[in-house]
């Protein structure tokens, strides 16, 4: 059974930074892509960042380019997601999903497997 807990979420002011983790166990992860989507108050689930195991190619959002890092550690099976920059409108709770495919898709419904999710605020 494939298990997902992110953790690294709080407050932080604009400007400030955050690093999210990703722990996966009860598979095998070489063939999936890992994402990264959130969830602000209101809206719908929207994707953020994904990288695929195989290879570390990595895709963003357009909301987040050049601000959000994501990195794998294939040794401990942990997904990051480096948040710099951040802004008042990242808020949101953020989860860690994977996707069985060597394609990095950015729909949700795409994702067999998700966390629970880890609350990200920042204040203006």
């Known amino acids: 059974q494939v298990q997902l807990v992110e953790s690294g979420g709080g407050l932080v002011q604009a400007g400030g930074s955050l690093r999210l983790s990703c722990a996966a166990s009860g598979g095998t992860f070489t063939s999936y892509v890992m994402g990264w989507f959130r969830q602000a108050p209101g809206k719908e689930r929207e994707f953020v960042a994904a990288i695929r195991w195989s290879g570390g190619r990595t895709y963003y959002a357009d909301s987040v380019k050049g601000r959000f890092t994501i990195s794998g550690d294939n040794a401990k099976n942990t997904v990051y997601l480096q948040m710099n920059s951040l802004k008042p409108e990242d808020t949101a709770v953020y989860y860690c999903?994977?996707?069985?495919?060597?394609?990095?898709?950015?729909?949700?419904?795409?994702?067999?497997?998700w966390g629970q999710g880890t609350q990200v605020t920042v204040s203006s």
């Open positions: 999903a994977a996707d069985y495919s060597l394609v990095i898709r950015t729909a949700n419904r795409n994702y067999d497997y």
